[in-house]
């Protein structure tokens, strides 16, 4: 069940406030005031949103409230001193905005971002094997299989498309480097692949599994993440759970080493709306409901953004000079967040690029702004490779193109601004590692970049600097 949020003084506050009168004139309003214009939501849920103005006394305005773009949720009135926001159901995220005014002085206004969180992921890219999750909620795998990652119940890689057998109802699913896990629509999870450092999260054998299990104890889960070789799950309740390989402290639970082989809690932390962590990171962020950060793991070149180079952290640390956040990725020894206003926040190792600063090599330790990017709703972030999805439905890359993973061209060759990707439109979401998927609002999906165990899904053959089409047959991807 989605938890309501109450958004109050202290939190997003908000004060239109009048200023001082003079004889001869009566008050008007001169300001609107957000100690946060920015707060997170998921999918589902609520968020109750109060006002209020302050005069002279003799003075009265009602506030107005507008949703834009409307259809996207709704609003429970559109004047008056409070109002709640209730989110849709089904999304792939979205930021909302909420103009607030007087309805006397409808020049002064003050704007409020909302992040909609989605609890499903339909698509996911693993070092070397991909996931989607078909309309009906079953599962499509192909790809790399060295450890049983595919849930065919082999180990031989497929270049084509394999339908898991009595995996239904899934909502999202995640990769690691050689693990896949799935959350089902009632909050449980399923996981498979290597567990050579419990990642698996069913029991303490440490062995590997080619078909689906279990996770212990896991329920209530709305988001789920995977790392090189740990898994994170979300619970509704806004706290976390961590399981798998611990040796930088990417469990979070404050000591580095010891393994756990099923979920144990992330102490300390609450109101937590996302998390990221990638097939081919160590580190992990999660976003809270005001639009923050929290940072642990690995830190070898400033990838938690805690102005460290090279500190690794077994608890949370606050991400520095980032706020108004709506989503967040990491990729192999960087991060990226992705703010309210469309712009693309970027830290870390940059030595291809993958910063998108137009410099190589210049490692950053606290998040900076990616220069020329605006009109952002989502991004991803892979082997030193950064993507972003645009609202007009087409992609930006920067970074490593060893592999073809920028998708701008056959010429492989490394970026350190952004690149338009060629030939792709119509994208809704996104999700990449050594290679790329871009899945498509009429269901289909595209595919670029490493191709050497099969995993872009086009048959096999060498790795590909341009988008190919999955082949997906009669089968449709999941779009919310």
């Not at 698509?123 to 991909?130: Q, Y």
């Not at 595919?150 to 480097?177: E, F, K, M, P, R």
């Not at 670029?448 to 590909?464: C, E, F, H, K, M």
Request: glycine fraction near 14%; aromatic fraction near 6%; proline fraction near 4%.
């Amino acid at each position: 069940m989605n938890k309501p949020f109450f958004a109050t003084i202290g939190l997003l506050s908000l004060a239109i406030v009048a200023c001082t009168p003079t004889p001869t004139s009566t008050s008007t309003i001169s300001s609107v005031g957000l100690t946060s214009s920015v707060v997170n939501v998921r999918q589902g849920g609520s968020i109750n949103l109060q006002g209020s103005i302050q005069g002279d006394g003799n003075f009265n305005s009602t506030l107005t409230w507008t949703l834009e773009p409307s259809g996207v949720g709704s609003l429970s009135s559109s004047t008056g001193s409070s109002v709640t926001y209730n989110a849709p159901s089904s999304t792939f995220g979205r930021v909302v905005r909420i103009i607030v005014s007087s309805f006397q002085d409808p020049s002064k206004t003050k704007t409020i971002y909302i992040g909609v969180h989605p609890n499903q992921g339909s698509i996911a890219a693993g070092s070397g094997h991909s996931m989607a999750i078909k309309t009906n909620g079953t599962l499509l795998t192909w790809g790399w299989n060295s450890k049983g990652q595919l849930g065919d119940g082999t180990i031989n890689d497929s270049s084509s498309l394999l339908a898991i057998s009595g995996v239904t109802d899934v909502v999202a699913v995640a990769a690691g480097y050689e693990h896949s896990l799935a959350l089902k629509a009632d909050g449980t999870m399923l996981a498979w692949g290597a567990d050579d450092f419990g990642q698996l999260g069913d029991d303490a054998t440490k062995a590997n599994k080619s078909t689906p299990v279990v996770v212990s104890g896991a329920t209530g889960i709305v988001a789920i993440a995977a790392s090189l070789q740990s898994s994170f799950a979300l619970k509704s309740d806004g706290t976390l759970l961590a399981w798998g390989q611990n040796t930088n402290g990417q469990l979070g639970i404050g000591a580095v080493f010891g393994d756990k082989t099923t979920p144990v809690q992330v102490p300390g932390i609450s109101d937590v709306i996302a998390i990221a962590s990638s097939s081919l990171s160590s580190h992990v962020l999660a976003l809270k409901v005001d639009g923050t950060m929290l940072a642990w793991g690995r830190e070898t070149a400033g990838e938690l953004g805690d102005d460290q180079t090279s500190t690794s952290q077994a608890e949370p640390v606050p991400v520095l000079n980032a706020t108004n956040i709506i989503a967040v990725a990491t990729g192999a020894l960087y991060s990226l967040a992705l703010k309210a206003d469309g712009t693309v926040l970027s830290w870390g190792n940059n030595g291809s690029g993958q910063l998108g600063n137009g410099s190589v090599l210049t490692d950053e330790f606290t998040p900076k702004a990616v220069p020329n990017v605006s009109g952002v709703v989502a991004i991803t972030a892979g082997l030193y490779t950064s993507l972003v999805l645009k609202q007009d439905g087409t992609m930006l890359a920067w970074g490593y193109d060893a592999y073809g993973q920028l998708g701008d061209d056959a010429a492989f060759a490394d970026k350190a601004s952004p690149v338009v990707v060629s030939g792709v439109t119509g994208v809704v979401g996104i999700a990449s590692s050594y290679h790329v998927l871009a899945l498509k609002s009429d269901g289909t999906m595209q595919a670029w970049g490493a191709n050497d165990t099969g995993q872009l899904g086009s048959g096999s053959g060498p790795d590909v600097g341009l988008p190919q089409t999955v082949l997906l047959g009669a089968d449709r991807i999941r779009v919310p």
